[in-house]
């Protein structure tokens, strides 16, 4: 069977910090890999999305980044933290390819403060 | 754009109650449905999912599509106050398509 693990599950970083959040799954091969981040209250905000290594595509431009160095590892970073980063980050993956009939499913998160 | 609607609640049902939640989508190219439990500080976790018209049944749950009138529904049978959650609706298109629209959810309450 497939899991996925996302960590850290919670930090707590000053404003202008690095940020590095890590995703791995594992049961399958060249997954659909994503980043979402949740604000309190509302509603999932897709970051960035991956189809293959190296390849990331970004929804939403801003000081945060996004790597696939393996199949099933993907990273979300940031050189400098804002206030405004805040949330809930989600990881999800999916089965690869186009295949539509293929849910998302979800990392436990990663619940960041930034302060 | 493409959009999908959820009421946002709360919806409050006492135990033993059915719940019933609705969403509603703009993408008539659409052709699968999700439907995601997301309790308070922790991740959606998928529940249902349904691709063809028609009702699809799990356990307590009941999935209900409708692609004519373009909504997708969720029936929550003898409701217990562990559904407490909110509801995520998920759809996606066909085409090649690898990202999910997802609606804001409902808020479930299930008062004893």
């Known amino acids: 069977s497939q899991t996925i693990h996302q960590w850290p599950a919670t930090l707590v970083q000053p404003v202008g910090s690095p940020l590095s959040l890590e995703c791995t799954v594992e049961g399958t091969s060249n997954p659909n890999l994503y980043w979402y981040r949740q604000a309190a209250g509302r509603g999932l905000q897709l970051l960035f999305y991956s189809v293959g290594i190296g390849q990331i595509s970004s929804e939403v431009p801003q000081n945060l980044s996004a790597s696939r160095p393996q199949d099933r590892q993907f990273i979300l970073s940031s050189k400098k933290l804002l206030l405004s980063d805040s949330g809930f980050y989600l990881c999800?993956?999916?089965?690869?390819?186009?295949?539509?009939?293929?849910?998302?499913?979800f990392g436990n998160g990663t619940r960041l403060t930034v302060t | 754009q493409k959009e999908v609607e959820q009421n946002s609640g709360p919806l409050s049902v006492p135990e033993g109650a059915i719940a019933s939640l609705n969403c509603t989508y703009s993408d008539r190219g659409s052709q699968s449905f999700f439907w995601y439990r997301q309790y308070s500080g922790k991740s959606p976790e998928l529940i249902m999912f349904i691709y063809s018209n028609g009702d699809k049944e799990d356990g307590r749950f009941t999935a209900q599509l409708n692609k004519a009138s373009q909504y997708v529904s969720l029936l929550i049978r003898d409701s217990q106050p562990s559904d407490s959650a909110t509801y995520l609706c998920a759809v996606m298109e066909s085409g090649g398509s690898y990202i999910p629209t997802f609606g804001r959810g409902t808020s479930l309450i299930v008062h004893p």
């Open positions: 999800a993956w999916s089965y690869g390819g186009p295949n539509y009939n293929s849910p998302l499913h």
